[in-house]
């Protein structure tokens, strides 16, 4: 939209993308407390970006209050509980959290692979260590598969979540692929051990 300011990046504070990541959540336009954005990270971001700590979370909240980009206020809890902080996005926060999404740079995933590297040392191993490595790593790459299909059947039905649902269908083939990437390197294990004297 050409409505958007141009020198957006100037005008804005820098901050991490953890912390875009949290304004993303207030975005959606709910009033929402710590614990709920940490369900909501929990729920969507895990999958592909971070799965926060409720110390991370408030340490985010109060980075995006101090730079005007969100409001907090006290909500009174009937049970007996403490009183509860809320939280949501300001005019401010929502058309920053909107230039950055349109404008900054994406970075390129960083792969750092814990089961590539053993692997890659997989001469330090028994062979029957690395065909271990690898039928764990199957294993939660399938787990972590039907978490993120469960949870995109699951997901809000609103159209304002179309988006992180397709992100949650974007997850399920990435473990998918993780799955199928460790069982066809059980089977290159399996050839390499079988062509050795």
């Known amino acids: 939209m050409s409505g958007a300011k141009s020198g957006g990046d100037a005008e804005r504070p820098g901050l991490p993308a953890t912390s875009w990541a949290v304004l993303g959540l207030l975005s959606f336009g709910e009033e929402l ?6 369900k909501w990270a929990d729920w969507s971001l895990r999958f592909f970006y971070w799965s926060p700590s409720f110390s991370q979370i408030y340490g985010e909240l109060k980075r995006l209050e101090n730079a005007g980009y969100v409001t907090s206020r006290m909500v009174a809890q009937e049970t007996g509980n403490r009183d509860k902080r809320v939280y949501r996005i300001t005019d401010e926060g929502m058309e ?5 999404a349109r404008e900054a740079p994406v970075e390129p995933p960083v792969l750092k692979h814990g089961v590539m590297l ?15 490595v690898l039928a764990r790593h199957r ?8 978490r993120a299909e469960a949870d995109a059947e699951g997901g809000r039905a609103e ?12 997850a399920e083939r990435y473990y998918a692929s993780e799955r199928d990437l460790a069982d066809a390197m059980l089977a290159d294990l399996e050839e390499l051990e079988r062509r050795r004297p």
């Open 96 to 100: 920053a959290v909107r230039t950055w």
């Open 159 to 170: 159209e304002a979540w179309a988006y992180p649902v397709l992100t949650l269908k974007w």
């Open 118 to 132: 053993r692997l890659w040392l997989g001469h330090l191993l028994e062979p029957e260590q690395m065909r271990e």
């Open 139 to 146: 294993e939660y790459a399938e787990t972590m598969r039907q």
């Open 33 to 38: 407390s710590g614990y709920d954005l940490k």
